[in-house]
């Protein structure tokens, strides 16, 4: 059975920082990308950043210069480190895993599913 859980969350103030971490647990699990995603009281889930199976990025402009995603496949880690927050990033963020079972993360050749955690829960507040 996958799990992805999510950690780092809290409550800090306008202009620092926070580091989430994300870990992928099962047996024969490989992690192939992974994407966080947040949730705002009344508005839809969003995009926030992702990493690929090579390593390559993507952020979405609220972010761009703010954050940044990494991950350690190896341990099946990923994190996303979170400077100068303000009040509008307030929100519950998500880990998503994308996952391949029982065989090597070869880039290139797809993942078998992907998996949600249950988030952490990020408040800026001054």
């Known amino acids: 059975q996958v799990q992805v859980v999510e950690s780092g969350g809290g409550v800090v103030r306008p202009g620092e920082s926070l580091r989430l971490s994300c870990a992928v647990s099962?047996?024969?699990?490989?992690?192939?990308?992974m994407s966080w995603h947040r949730q705002s009281p009344g508005k839809r889930r969003e995009l926030v950043a992702r990493i690929l199976c090579g390593g390559d990025t993507r952020y979405a402009d609220f972010v761009k210069g703010r954050f940044t995603i990494s991950r350690d496949g190896a341990n099946k880690m990923g994190y996303l480190h979170m400077d100068n927050l303000t009040s509008e990033d307030t929100a519950v963020y998500f880990c998503n895993a994308d996952v391949v079972v029982s065989r090597p993360v070869v880039c290139g050749e797809g993942f078998e599913e992907d998996y949600w955690g249950q988030g952490t829960q990020v408040t800026v507040s001054a």
């Open positions: 099962g047996s024969g699990v490989g992690l192939y990308a």
